[in-house]
């Protein structure tokens, strides 16, 4: 891709328009959500100054996808790759960054794995959750390690909006059942929220010619939020998935779970202060016909914030504590880590013109010491367009898998980034649109090698440049509700001038939808280009588009039942090779067909 003809470009976009016109249309800015996770509080989506996309509860109700990563796949800048369908080994490519380089948090709660070090996207309930936040670039300078290509928040359902109560339950091919249930109420100053979910499927073949493979998952949220007289809240969250996958020569028994307790508080008119402490836990038994293994993960955080505002000025002072612990059948040889760090943020206003300074010092007893900073400007050209630039540091954390895995190497140091952005957007009445070009250098990847005696081991071996851009647009208009996401991605290991593996290098995602009377339709295209599954660029898999349709009726009072089609071609493809000598890939579900019929009590 030719950047030098895309940069004037994407510059002078925004000049397009009529001033008369874009004022008129910015009255309403109801396609220009409240992003929380680009800044460590409420903002709009421009003024965050970040690219974000934000997937909201009417989004994910229509499109009811069977997994979390449906939810992602061809979205600006993500690439989602997955070793077959119903709860296999799914992997996450932000911005070509590696799994491992993308942060999940769940309500502010890191979830990940620290042997592997990346999140178990595969097993979270995508059913349980009402938002979900995509922030693309650097944010380790917020949020310490492995946020290098960005952060992915998911919401869990906000007591004050959730109904009554509802009751689900759906049926599908391949044997496939599942059910979920809630409640919420109220009472004083006190509102909370249950919500469970229970689904099972025989599952399909997840490679050429193989055996259907199923998936099982119970999974529960439970949420307390307690408003104090002060102005402030108290609030505690649970979240728990469990349950069990088959893949090619055994079986994977599962548990995540997050728990957060938060308090904020106002100090004074101009202080307000936040304390948040938490826990997640990855575990995982693996069992075959001739071993099995147990992986249990566990990480605690204390986090402190404390928020300064002035006029429309605003600086973000925090520090956070957090212990990464491991267990199992494998004997590591450190089997804890403790990581301290301070933080700050800076958002200044002058005008139509915004500031953002932030900076963070991370200590970690295992690896060192890392300083992460970035920096963003951004300038409204009128009330419906502006333009951004920023530039972050960040950097990927050494797993225990690298550091103290039997032949792993505890001398690693940890990857370093740097991105710089140019984006601008247009917010309007009844339609958006956003663009980016970015560049993201990495230094010190990762990698296993062969030693000089032939053993394999982790080392930092090399690096990586990324080049990108993405455009994304969305409408609403007389009942129909439109999204467009478009990614061309550019990845070089620098040591052989080869793409990075498994990254496509072009996606496009299209979702369309209609509201008529008590009905509504809707389809989404995901098209993605062709991709590498090896370092050498040896084994090519090809791109491949995939068509989902679906229908919903509001057939009575609090009643409404949906059909959705997921790959209604029944195409075949693979975004990950099982094994190269034998020419086997691992496959997506073919046809898939789910219908479903809910009762909401109000």
């Known amino acids: 891709m030719t950047y030098s003809k895309a940069l004037p470009a994407l510059i002078l976009l925004p000049l397009a328009f009529p001033a008369g016109a874009a004022d008129k249309q910015a009255e309403d800015r109801r396609l220009e959500p409240l992003v929380v996770t680009a800044t460590l509080g409420p903002r709009t989506a421009g003024e965050s100054l970040s690219s974000v996309t934000v997937i909201d509860e009417e989004t994910i109700r229509q499109q009811s996808p069977s997994e979390f990563s449906q939810l992602l796949r061809g979205q600006a800048g993500i690439n989602v790759v997955g070793?077959?369908?119903?709860?296999?080994?799914?992997?996450?490519?932000?911005?070509?960054?590696?799994?491992?380089?993308?942060?999940?948090?769940?309500?502010?709660?890191?979830?990940?794995?620290?042997?592997?070090?990346?999140?178990?996207?595969?097993?979270?309930?995508?059913?349980?959750?009402?938002?979900?936040?995509?922030?693309?670039?650097?944010?380790?300078?917020?949020?310490?390690?492995?946020?290098?290509?960005?952060?992915?928040?998911?919401?869990?359902?906000?007591?004050?909006?959730?109904?009554?109560?509802?009751?689900?339950?759906g049926a599908g091919n391949f044997n496939t059942q599942k059910s979920s249930a809630g409640v919420a109420a109220s009472s004083g100053n006190t509102r909370f929220s249950l919500s469970g979910l229970h689904k099972e499927t025989d599952g399909t073949a997840i490679i050429t010619d193989g055996k259907d493979r199923g998936f099982r998952n119970t999974a529960g949220i439970g949420r307390v939020v307690h408003e104090l007289e002060s102005g402030g809240e108290a609030s505690l969250?649970?979240?728990?998935?469990?349950?069990?996958?088959?893949?090619?020569?055994?079986?994977?028994?599962?548990?995540?779970?997050?728990?957060?307790?938060?308090?904020?508080t106002p100090v004074s008119e101009y202080w307000r202060h936040s304390l948040q402490f938490s826990e997640s836990r990855d575990e995982t038994d693996n069992v075959?016909?001739?071993?099995?293994?147990?992986?249990?993960?566990?990480?605690?955080?204390?986090?402190?914030?404390?928020?300064?505002?002035?006029?429309?000025?605003?600086?973000?002072?925090g520090t956070e504590l957090m212990t990464d612990e491991v267990s199992g059948t494998t004997d590591y040889v450190e089997s804890s880590r403790t990581n301290s760090a301070l933080?700050?943020?800076?958002?200044?206003?002058?005008?139509?013109?915004?500031?953002?300074?932030?900076?963070?010092?991370?200590?970690?007893?295992?690896?060192?010491?890392?300083?992460?900073?970035?920096?963003?400007?951004?300038?409204?050209?009128?009330r419906s367009h502006r333009v951004r630039v920023s530039y972050g540091t960040a950097f990927r954390a050494p797993t225990f898998n690298d550091l103290y895995y039997p032949g792993a190497n505890p001398d690693l140091e940890a990857e370093e980034s740097g991105t710089v952005e140019l984006g601008a957007s247009g917010h309007y009445q009844s339609w958006f649109w956003d663009g980016a070009l970015f560049q993201l250098d990495v230094d010190n990847l990762i990698a296993w090698s062969p030693t000089p005696s032939g053993l394999w081991?982790?080392?930092?071996?090399?690096?990586?440049?990324?080049?990108?851009?993405?455009?994304?647009?969305?409408?609403?208009?007389?009942?129909?509700?439109?999204?467009?996401?478009?990614?061309?991605?550019?990845?070089?290991?620098?040591?052989?001038?080869n793409r990075l593996q498994r990254?496509?290098?072009?996606?496009?995602?299209?979702?369309?939808?209609?509201h008529v009377g008590t009905w509504d339709f809707g389809g989404t295209v995901v098209a993605e280009d062709y991709r590498?599954?090896?370092?050498?660029?040896?084994?090519?898999?090809?791109?491949?588009?995939?068509?989902?349709?679906?229908?919903?009726?509001?057939?009575?009072?609090?009643?409404?039942?949906?059909?959705?089609?997921?790959n209604v071609l029944d195409k075949e493809y693979s975004t990950a090779r099982y094994s190269s000598q034998n020419d086997l890939d691992y496959i997506a579900a073919g046809r898939t067909v789910m219908l479903t019929v809910r009762y909401d009590i109000r």
């Open 343 to 382: 933080y700050s943020q800076l958002r200044l206003n002058f005008g139509p013109t915004d500031v953002q300074l932030s900076l963070r010092g991370d200590d970690n007893e295992a690896y060192g010491k890392n300083e992460t900073g970035g920096i963003a400007l951004g300038h409204a050209l009128d």
């Open 532 to 566: 590498y599954d090896d370092r050498n660029n040896n084994d090519r898999l090809p791109g491949f588009a995939t068509l989902d349709l679906r229908a919903g009726w509001r057939f009575a009072s609090d009643w409404s039942t949906r059909l959705t089609l997921a």
């Open 237 to 264: 969250v649970v979240v728990q998935s469990e349950g069990s996958t088959e893949y090619e020569g055994g079986d994977i028994d599962f548990m995540i779970r997050t728990i957060g307790f938060g308090l904020e």
């Open 457 to 497: 081991t982790p080392m930092n071996v090399n690096e990586a440049r990324i080049r990108g851009a993405e455009l994304s647009a969305g409408f609403e208009w007389d009942g129909w509700r439109g999204d467009a996401a478009l990614t061309l991605l550019d990845t070089e290991d620098r040591e052989t001038e």
């Open 83 to 169: 070793n077959g369908s119903f709860g296999k080994a799914t992997s996450v490519f932000t911005r070509g960054t590696a799994n491992d380089s993308t942060l999940l948090l769940v309500d502010g709660v890191r979830l990940r794995s620290a042997t592997s070090g990346g999140p178990s996207w595969q097993y979270f309930p995508v059913e349980l959750i009402d938002r979900v936040e995509i922030v693309r670039g650097a944010r380790s300078s917020l949020y310490g390690a492995d946020a290098v290509g960005g952060v992915v928040q998911a919401f869990t359902l906000d007591p004050e909006e959730t109904p009554a109560g509802w009751v689900e339950v």
């Open 503 to 514: 990254r496509s290098g072009k996606t496009l995602r299209l979702d369309l939808s209609k």
């Open 288 to 317: 075959t016909p001739t071993f099995s293994s147990t992986f249990n993960t566990r990480s605690r955080a204390a986090r402190w914030d404390n928020t300064f505002t002035w006029n429309v000025h605003e600086l973000v002072v």
